[in-house]
Structures are given as C-alpha cells and as structure tokens.
C-alpha cells in the first residue's frame, strides 16, 4: 500500500474508532489493527494519537466552516425569512444528505467531540468551537434584525431569536440522528420543512 493510502486509511480507521468509543477509549493498537499493520508502523505515519486526533478534528472543522461560509455567501440576495430557511435546513442536511459511510463517521466524531470532548483537549475546543460559532451567530443575527426591518420577523430581541433558532435546530439535529437515520433524504427534507412552518408562525411579523 501506497505511503499516502497508508495515512488516509489510519485517519478512516481512527474517525470511526474515535467516534464510536471516544478518544481515550481508543488505543494506537486498536487503530494499527485496524488499518492492518503492525503498532510500530504507525508511527511512521503519524507521531502520536493526539497529532491524529488533531489532524482528523481540524480538518472537519474546516470543512464545516467553509460550508457555513458558503451557505451564507450564497444567500446573501435572499430576503431575510427566505435566508433564515434556507441555512436553517443546509446546516440539518450537512453530513444528513446521503447517510454515507463516511459522513456517518464523520458527523459522530464531530457530534461527540462537542458534546463529550476529550478530558485533555475540552477546553481548547471548547475555546475555539465558541469563537467560530459566535462568529456565525452575529450573521444570523443580522439577519434577523433586517427581517424585523423588512418587517417579516415579529420586533424582538434577536439573541433571544437567535437561541431559540439553536435550540430548534440542534434538537431537530438530534432526532435526525438518533431516529432518521434510515430515512430518505425526501423524508428527511418533508420533516425539515414541516418543523420549519410550525416555527415560523411564531417568530414572523
């Protein structure tokens, strides 16, 4: 096997251990068997399990975040209601879309890694999820108050607007995954649209 085949198929074999059984839970042994060779090999491919734990977070990480960038640039000509939606279901349908191997795998790892970080890296994820995700929020925000300005979205507070977005969305999240999963991505779009209805009733003008 190729050097470069080697080092993808360690990063696919340690996502999966990484996002089934946790980061400490997972041993380089475990990995290297995984992949086929030898514990000692590893290490002519990466240096330490927490380098591969890093190498693997910061590149979904950049993945999710050039998405983001690219549902907002690619909304910016929507009227504000019409936006809100539109990233509103992007977002549920990234790693949602074709329940592939590898984007199951991958949105387990990021969904554990949020929620039940490593004991040793949880507060620099913590610190950097935060920044982005504020970031992101002062968007949505804006795009909020020009709602109010058009006069679509009822007068409110928009932090308050904003958590209650969240909320509906990373729950709406969880049921996707926890008891979608064997949905078709036509089902999963239905269900998305409907809880989107019901949700706009309360927060347009």
Same mark, same amino acid.
Do not use: C
């Given at each position: 096997?190729?050097?470069?085949?080697?080092?993808?198929?360690?990063?696919?074999?340690?996502?999966?251990? *990484?996002?089934?059984?946790?980061?400490?839970?997972?041993?380089?042994?475990?990995?290297?068997?995984?992949?086929?060779?030898?514990?000692?090999?590893?290490y002519a491919f990466i240096k330490s399990k927490e380098l591969l734990f890093w190498e693997l977070y910061e590149e979904l990480e950049s993945k999710y975040l050039?998405? +983001?960038?690219?549902?907002?640039?690619?909304?910016?000509?929507?009227?504000?209601?019409?936006?809100?939606?539109?990233?509103?279901?992007?977002?549920?349908?990234?790693?949602?879309?074709?329940?592939?191997?590898?984007?199951?795998?991958?949105?387990?790892?990021?969904?554990?890694?949020? *929620? *039940?970080?490593?004991?040793?890296?949880?507060?620099?994820?913590?610190?950097?999820?935060?920044?982005?995700?504020?970031?992101?929020?002062?968007? !949505?925000?804006?795009i909020m108050i020009e709602g109010m300005t058009q006069g679509t979205i009822k007068k409110d507070n928009p932090e308050d607007l904003l958590i209650s977005f !969240?909320?509906?969305?990373?729950?709406?999240?969880?049921? +996707?995954?926890? *008891? +979608?999963?064997?949905?078709?991505?036509?089902?999963?779009?239905?269900?998305?649209?409907?809880?989107?209805?019901?949700?706009?009733?309360?927060?347009?003008?």
């Amino acid at each position: 096997m190729a050097r470069g085949g080697t080092k993808d198929k360690i990063k696919q074999v340690a996502l999966v251990l *990484f996002a089934k059984d946790g980061y400490e839970a997972t041993s380089m042994e475990q990995i290297a068997k995984g992949v086929g060779i030898k514990k000692s090999s590893l290490y002519a491919f990466i240096k330490s399990k927490e380098l591969l734990f890093w190498e693997l977070y910061e590149e979904l990480e950049s993945k999710y975040l050039n998405y +983001m960038q690219e549902l907002f640039a690619n909304s910016e000509t929507m009227v504000a209601d019409a936006r809100l939606f539109f990233l509103f279901k992007r977002y549920l349908l990234f790693y949602h879309a074709s329940g592939a191997q590898e984007e199951v795998a991958a949105r387990d790892f990021w969904i554990r890694v949020m *929620f *039940f970080p490593p004991t040793s890296f949880k507060e620099k994820i913590m610190v950097r999820s935060l920044g982005y995700e504020q970031e992101l929020g002062k968007k !949505y925000i804006e795009i909020m108050i020009e709602g109010m300005t058009q006069g679509t979205i009822k007068k409110d507070n928009p932090e308050d607007l904003l958590i209650s977005f !969240y909320s509906l969305r990373q729950g709406l999240y969880s049921l +996707m995954t926890v *008891f +979608m999963e064997g949905m078709k991505k036509e089902e999963k779009e239905e269900r998305i649209d409907k809880v989107w209805h019901n949700f706009w009733q309360g927060i347009k003008a």
